[in-house]
Every structure is written in C-alpha cells, then in structure tokens.
C-alpha cells in the first residue's frame, strides 16, 4: 500500500469517527466501534490520537467509563475532512435522491397526499425534495431532539408530540440514524406499515 493511499484511508476513517461525535457525546468506544463498524483497538487508537490534538475532548465518568465530546478544534477539522470528501457527493447524492423518489412513488399509488418527516440531518433536504416534486405535503417535521429548532420554516417537534398531533404516514428523512428512529416510532406505537424508510438506511429491521 502507498503512502498516499495509507493518508486518504486514515482520513476517511478519522472524518467518520469525527461525524459521530458531533452528533453527540458517546460514552464508550465499543459503542463507537459498533457505530463505525471498526475494530475497538483501532477506535481506541483514533480517540487517543484525537484527543491529543485537541480534536476530541475525554470525561472521566463513574465506574471507569469515559465520554467524547468534539472539541471546536474538532469541529474545524472536520469541516477540512468535509470538504476533502465532498468531491464523492456527485455520487452519493443523486443515489439517495432517486431512493426518496421511488418511496414518493409508493405514496402516490397509495394515494398518500400529507406526510410527516422523521429526523432531521443533511438528507432531510433531499427527502423533502422528493415530497415536493411528488406534490406530497409535509404537514409535519420532527426529530428525537429538540431545541427550538426548525426545517423548511417549519417547527421540529418531539416523536412523542408529533404522535398527539394524529396518525400520518411518515417518511424518515435521517441517514444515520433511521433504524434508531425507526424503531423509536413503533415504541410510541406507529403502526409500520405507515412508516417509509429507503431499505438501505436500516441496520436491523
């Protein structure tokens, strides 16, 4: 293997395990592992090297336990890792798009007309796309977490909220954290045959 190759494989790796982070602290490196599908000694190794660059911040917690949190300095070298990836967009992009379109599809022939997003993150602005060339409404967007936040000039509220608001066939609009909501949804009670997800996006269904 190269030197070059070597660089750009460690880089890809440290921008996933940065993208984690920044959607929050963990607080264990088997549950990062597991996220990244890596090996933990390889996690462990990437965190030390983080932390050390002042990239990602360790607490000490009670029973030996420890939380990562990205730093600012973390925050600015993923935004490099971003843009040195975001050449692959081109690729992802339209891939994802075309999935939300074929289940915007499904919701025509359903004669679906209103649907409600779940999860917000960079492929919730696609899946809205699709919605709005469909000419399906979105009558509601929202989220596990919740601070004050709004998509599209519309207010993102609470799972357990969007569930006193009535029964709406829902279209999860989150990559990363899809088979999390997914499951989250049929825990407050969605019935899953009104809940859409592109297949791919699931771990464990």
Same mark, same amino acid.
């Given at each position: 293997m190269n030197k070059t190759t070597a660089v750009s494989l460690d880089d890809?790796?440290? @921008? &996933?395990?940065?993208?984690? !982070?920044?959607?929050? /602290? =963990?607080?264990?490196? &088997?549950e990062l592992a597991h &996220? !990244? $599908?890596?090996?933990?000694?390889l996690v462990n190794n990437y965190l030390k090297t983080a932390s050390v660059k002042g990239w990602v911040r360790v607490k000490e917690l009670s029973g030996n336990r420890c /939380?990562?949190?990205l730093t600012a300095k973390g925050v600015a070298e993923l935004r490099r890792l971003t843009l040195l990836? /975001? &050449?692959y967009l081109n690729r992802m992009v339209p891939l994802v798009l075309q999935e939300y379109r074929q289940l915007c599809m499904q919701f025509k022939d359903e004669g679906v007309e209103r649907v409600a997003l779940c999860g917000i993150d960079g492929c919730a602005e696609l899946a809205w796309l699709a919605l709005?060339?469909?000419?399906?409404? +979105? +009558?509601? +967007? #929202? $989220? #596990? $977490?919740v601070s004050d936040e709004t998509f599209m000039g519309r207010e993102v509220v609470s799972l357990?909220?969007?569930m006193l608001s009535g029964m709406y066939? =829902?279209?999860i609009s989150s990559r990363n954290r899809a088979d999390l909501l997914y499951h989250a949804l049929l825990d407050l009670g969605t019935d899953p045959m009104s809940i859409k997800v592109p297949?791919? @996006?699931?771990e464990n269904r």
């Amino acid at each position: 293997m190269n030197k070059t190759t070597a660089v750009s494989l460690d880089d890809y790796t440290l @921008f &996933r395990l940065l993208c984690e !982070l920044e959607q929050g /602290s =963990v607080s264990s490196q &088997r549950e990062l592992a597991h &996220r !990244l $599908d890596s090996a933990l000694g390889l996690v462990n190794n990437y965190l030390k090297t983080a932390s050390v660059k002042g990239w990602v911040r360790v607490k000490e917690l009670s029973g030996n336990r420890c /939380s990562y949190h990205l730093t600012a300095k973390g925050v600015a070298e993923l935004r490099r890792l971003t843009l040195l990836h /975001s &050449r692959y967009l081109n690729r992802m992009v339209p891939l994802v798009l075309q999935e939300y379109r074929q289940l915007c599809m499904q919701f025509k022939d359903e004669g679906v007309e209103r649907v409600a997003l779940c999860g917000i993150d960079g492929c919730a602005e696609l899946a809205w796309l699709a919605l709005h060339e469909a000419g399906i409404e +979105v +009558v509601l +967007v #929202m $989220d #596990m $977490d919740v601070s004050d936040e709004t998509f599209m000039g519309r207010e993102v509220v609470s799972l357990a909220r969007a569930m006193l608001s009535g029964m709406y066939k =829902v279209l999860i609009s989150s990559r990363n954290r899809a088979d999390l909501l997914y499951h989250a949804l049929l825990d407050l009670g969605t019935d899953p045959m009104s809940i859409k997800v592109p297949v791919i @996006f699931l771990e464990n269904r």
